[in-house]
C-alpha cells in the first residue's frame, strides 16, 4: 500500500526562504505543497480553499506571527497540524507554540532528514521537535511541555 501525499501549506515573510524550503519539501514525493503565503491573514484564506493537512508557519512574521496565526488556524480548523519553523532555537519558542496547539518545530538550519522526519511523524498524529532544540531541553522539560 502506498504511504498517503502529505498536503502542506508554507507561511514565510521571506521570499528566499519560501523558495528554498519548497524546493526542499518537492524532493519528497509524499509531500504536496498546496499553498504558499507570505503572511498570517494570506495564510487564512488559504487554509478554507486549499485544506493542507500540515502548516510550516514562520515564528517571526508581522503584522501576524506564527503565535497568533496557529491560534487563530487550529480555532477554526482543529484538524490541521501545524509545525512552528523559526532561527530560534531556544526551547521557550518551541513549548509557546506547543501551548497554543501545534504539533512540531524545526529551525532554519534543521537537515534534510529531519524535516521530512519530522513532517512525517507530526502527520502521523505524533508531536516532533527538532533535535537542535531538543538538545538545549532537559528530559523534564520536553515531557512537561508535551514533546513526550
Given at each position: 500500500?502506498?504511504?498517503?501525499?502529505?498536503?502542506?501549506m508554507?507561511?514565510?515573510?521571506?521570499?528566499?526562504?519560501r523558495?528554498?524550503w519548497?524546493?526542499?519539501?518537492?524532493?519528497?514525493?509524499?509531500?504536496?505543497l498546496?499553498?504558499?503565503?507570505?503572511n498570517?491573514?494570506?495564510?487564512?484564506?488559504?487554509?478554507?480553499?486549499?485544506?493542507p493537512?500540515?502548516?510550516?508557519?514562520?515564528?517571526?512574521?508581522?503584522?501576524?506571527?506564527g503565535?497568533?496565526?496557529?491560534?487563530?488556524?487550529?480555532?477554526?480548523?482543529?484538524?490541521?497540524?501545524?509545525i512552528?519553523?523559526?532561527?530560534?532555537?531556544?526551547?521557550r519558542?518551541?513549548?509557546?507554540?506547543?501551548?497554543?496547539?501545534?504539533s512540531?518545530?524545526?529551525?532554519?538550519?534543521?537537515p534534510?532528514?529531519?524535516?521530512?522526519?519530522g513532517?512525517?511523524e507530526?502527520?502521523?498524529?505524533?508531536?516532533?521537535?527538532?533535535?537542535?532544540?531538543?538538545?538545549?531541553?532537559?528530559?523534564?522539560?520536553?515531557?512537561l511541555?508535551g514533546?513526550?
Amino acid at each position: 500500500m502506498d504511504a498517503p501525499i502529505i498536503r502542506i501549506m508554507l507561511v514565510d515573510n521571506h521570499d528566499l526562504v519560501r523558495a528554498s524550503w519548497k524546493m526542499l519539501l518537492q524532493i519528497n514525493p509524499r509531500f504536496d505543497l498546496v499553498a504558499e503565503a507570505n503572511n498570517g491573514a494570506d495564510a487564512l484564506e488559504h487554509v478554507q480553499h486549499k485544506h493542507p493537512d500540515i502548516i510550516i508557519v514562520d515564528i517571526n512574521m508581522s503584522p501576524m506571527n506564527g503565535f497568533e496565526l496557529t491560534e487563530k488556524v487550529l480555532a477554526e480548523h482543529p484538524a490541521i497540524r501545524v509545525i512552528g519553523l523559526s532561527v530560534h532555537n531556544q526551547p521557550r519558542y518551541a513549548n509557546r507554540l506547543r501551548e497554543l496547539g501545534g504539533s512540531g518545530y524545526l529551525t532554519k538550519t534543521s537537515p534534510l532528514d529531519e524535516i521530512n522526519h519530522g513532517i512525517i511523524e507530526v502527520y502521523n498524529g505524533k508531536k516532533y521537535i527538532c533535535r537542535e532544540v531538543r538538545n538545549n531541553m532537559t528530559d523534564s522539560e520536553l515531557n512537561l511541555n508535551g514533546w513526550e
